[in-house]
């Protein structure tokens, strides 16, 4: 089972929730997955566009009550 | 890629959107280097963001009310996560006898075109 981390992003606005997952994707082990939660629905959709880009994996996006769950895997 | 910024806009909304599109692109592996000059640059000034009195319209207000994260707080993060450097324009503070002091420390140098030019050679331009 892969360590998890937890970056709770709800309230933040574009480009909060993204930053929040750079930071944090930088400092966790290769093979973490960081679950980011945001309430931003254009940050739902921007950051798995930013996990392409960077070459990182997506391994999905949950529509939950009032906020997103993304679920990022750090492979490099 | 390497891209520029010159941001020559003092208006809330232009300063959110370079700094959104500067820092996320430093995050992707670009070099990022941002001029700022004109009402860019008195944009800086401690006064300035203090009484957080920058031209604003109806959507920079609503974003100041929201609390949304400021341009300044966007370009230190990405100054710490990516590589994107921040230059003053030397002729605009020459030209008001202004120093370093009286901005806010956030850049890394402060220089004239020549310098800049010389820098973004081969870079894709974006004027704000």
């Given at each position: 089972m892969a360590e998890r981390v937890l970056v709770d992003a709800r309230g933040s606005f574009c480009p909060g929730p993204l930053m929040e997952l750079v930071k944090t994707i930088r400092d966790v082990e290769v093979g973490t997955e960081i679950e980011v939660?945001?309430?931003?629905?254009?940050?739902a959709k921007d950051i798995p566009e930013w996990v392409k880009k960077a070459g990182q994996e997506l391994i999905g996006v949950e529509k939950r009550n009032d906020h997103w769950s993304i679920l990022v895997k750090r492979v490099k | 890629m390497k891209i520029a910024i010159v941001l020559a806009s003092g208006e809330l909304e232009?300063?959110?959107?370079?700094?959104?599109?500067?820092?996320?692109?430093?995050?992707?592996g670009n070099e990022v280097?941002?001029?700022?000059?004109?009402?860019g640059l008195m944009a800086f000034k401690k006064d300035v963001v203090?009484?957080?009195?920058?031209?604003?319209?109806?959507?920079?207000?609503?974003?100041?009310?929201?609390?949304?994260?400021?341009?300044i707080e966007t370009l230190k993060q990405?100054?710490?996560?990516?590589?994107?450097?921040?230059?003053a324009c030397g002729m605009v503070m020459d030209m008001l006898g202004l120093s370093?002091?009286?901005?806010?420390?956030?850049?890394?140098?402060?220089?004239?075109?020549?310098?800049?030019?010389?820098?973004v050679e081969n870079a894709q331009i974006i004027f704000i």
């Open positions: 939660l945001s309430s931003d629905e254009s940050s | 232009k300063l959110q959107a370079a700094s959104i599109i500067g820092s996320i692109a430093s995050t992707l280097l941002i001029f700022a000059t004109m009402d203090e009484n957080k009195s920058w031209k604003a319209g109806e959507l920079g207000k609503g974003m100041l009310q929201a609390n949304a994260p400021l341009f990405a100054k710490e996560t990516g590589n994107l450097k921040i230059f370093m002091d009286e901005f806010v420390d956030i850049f890394d140098d402060k220089i004239g075109v020549t310098a800049f030019l010389g820098m």
